[in-house]
């Protein structure tokens, strides 16, 4: 089981929209809300690029995404994080029934460590993929394959939950099942729920029956 982080398993959105306001503000320079909305699933790098233009120096890329982080990371041990309903719960039957289960996200590893250390859902973790860990994001599959690779799960038989378009598109050139959730836009999974609360209760096993 290849699990993202943001949106899927917790809805950190407001966090991520108040810190990149705090980030961009701060080197004079205004975001909008939908802008942001656009950017779901992608690097720091590749955001900043497309707000800044492509030839924005990389140092400068790199100062306002690491603000972005310190402030995200602050709101989310200051403020604490709920996971998203039915989450905890599949992560706690799902460890119980033997599966393998990994982060795989866009986040840098310091957030992926501070979102989960708040939402007290370390133990269920086998593997952790983040962002230092691989060079290209989502939709490229190279952090689905990386945490394949580290739960020693060929591809074929993992599983991706996502919230993101981008990440299902992940799933699908890393030759994966995915499971799509979202609550406002609709997802080309080979299952799509608006939220984990909503999945039957053989939604993981039947993907590896061998009539799938």
């Not at 707000?51 to 604490?80: C, F, H, M, Q, T």
């Not at 119980?96 to 310091?110: C, E, M, T, V, Y």
């Not at 989960?116 to 973790?125: P, S």
Request: with cysteine; hydrophobic share 45%; glycine share 6%.
């Amino acid at each position: 089981m290849l699990w993202d982080l943001d949106g899927t398993l917790v809805d950190s959105e407001d966090y991520h929209w108040r810190s990149w306001q705090h980030a961009m503000a701060a080197d004079g320079l205004p975001v909008t809300f939908d802008q942001f909305r656009a950017t779901f699933g992608q690097r720091n790098e590749s955001i900043l690029r497309g707000w800044l233009g492509p030839d924005a120096p990389l140092d400068r890329i790199s100062r306002i995404a690491d603000a972005k982080e310190v402030e995200y990371r602050r709101l989310a041990a200051a403020l604490g994080l709920t996971p998203l309903p039915g989450a905890a719960e599949w992560l706690v039957r799902l460890q119980a029934a033997g599966w393998k289960q990994a982060i795989a996200s866009s986040a840098p590893r310091l957030n992926v460590d501070v979102m989960l250390r708040a939402l007290h859902l370390e133990r269920y973790f086998d593997a952790i993929v983040s962002s230092e860990d691989v060079t290209v994001g989502k939709p490229d599959p190279q952090v689905f394959l990386a945490a394949a690779t580290r739960l020693d799960v060929p591809a074929a038989r993992c599983i991706v939950v996502e919230d993101a378009a981008a990440g299902i598109e992940a799933a699908r050139r890393a030759g994966m099942r995915s499971i799509g959730v979202s609550r406002t836009a609709t997802l080309s999974a080979d299952v799509f729920v608006r939220s984990l609360d909503d999945l039957p209760d053989d939604a993981f096993d039947k993907f590896l029956t061998p009539s799938r």
